[in-house]
């Protein structure tokens, strides 16, 4: 049981670029999420999903996309690159539904850097 | 508008000691609690939680502390250990919000030995 995976661990991005962030959990969650964490903040969220097919903004989602085709996948996609994109990426997820707490399971993350 | 505070950024005490490390929040429709430890270049992981139908939860040297009229919660680490020196986050939920979470700025807790 591998939990949430991320990848890659780490990424430069020159101004302009696109790029993925993958994120993958095994535990069939149902909801998924992405946060980004700027030095000495807290956790922004960008965008979840409480199912395949179904995704929604957070706080800052302007710059990013989602998509979720599968249970497992949650991918982020940013395109063109801006500086104010480097950041670190946590995906997390949670099985949602009645009974079930809100403790949300996280991945390593993706250090991002936009140059 | 930070709707879960932690006013304290950092906080260093010796081995052997308590840790206390504090949480005020001001949306009275949060129902469920959580704090969540972070080490370096690591995702954060869960550490204890607490439903505001209770006072208080313990786990091992865990116990986190929910006082719903003072919107205040606190988590205490007895006997701290240097491995426990991380970023603690606070993170609040309510009931039926697509389990969202909302999450303090952290607190960097030092264990020195």
């Known amino acids: 049981n591998a939990g949430v995976t991320q990848t890659p661990k780490f990424r430069i991005l020159k101004i302009g670029q696109s790029m993925t962030l993958q994120c993958a959990q095994d535990?069939?969650?149902?909801?998924m999420y992405w946060y980004r964490q700027d030095p000495g903040m807290g956790l922004k969220l960008i965008y979840y999903s409480v199912g395949a097919g179904i995704t929604d903004k957070g706080e800052v989602p302007n710059g990013y996309n989602v998509s979720r085709s599968t249970t497992e996948d949650f991918p982020l996609r940013l395109e063109l690159a801006a500086p104010s994109q480097t950041s670190v990426y946590f995906c997390?997820?949670?099985?949602?539904?009645?009974?079930?707490?809100?403790?949300?399971?996280f991945g390593p993350g993706t250090r991002l850097t936009v140059l | 508008d930070q709707q879960v505070k932690q006013n304290s950024p950092s906080l260093s005490v010796q081995e052997g000691r308590i840790s206390i490390l504090n949480c005020d929040y001001t949306?009275?429709?949060?129902?469920?609690f959580l704090w969540y430890k972070k080490y370096p270049a690591e995702g954060p992981t869960f550490l204890i939680s607490i439903s505001s139908i209770k006072d208080k939860n313990e786990d091992g040297r865990f116990t986190v502390f929910l006082n719903k009229s003072a919107k205040h919660l606190s988590l205490h680490i007895v006997p701290s250990q240097p491995g426990d020196s991380a970023v603690y986050f606070c993170a609040a939920s309510v009931a039926g919000n697509n389990r969202k979470l909302i999450w303090g700025l952290g607190t960097s807790l030092a264990v020195n030995p």
């Open positions: 997390a997820s949670t099985q949602g539904g009645t009974g079930f707490s809100d403790t949300q399971y």
């Open positions: 949306n009275s429709m949060f129902d469920y």
């Open positions: 535990m069939n969650h149902n909801y």
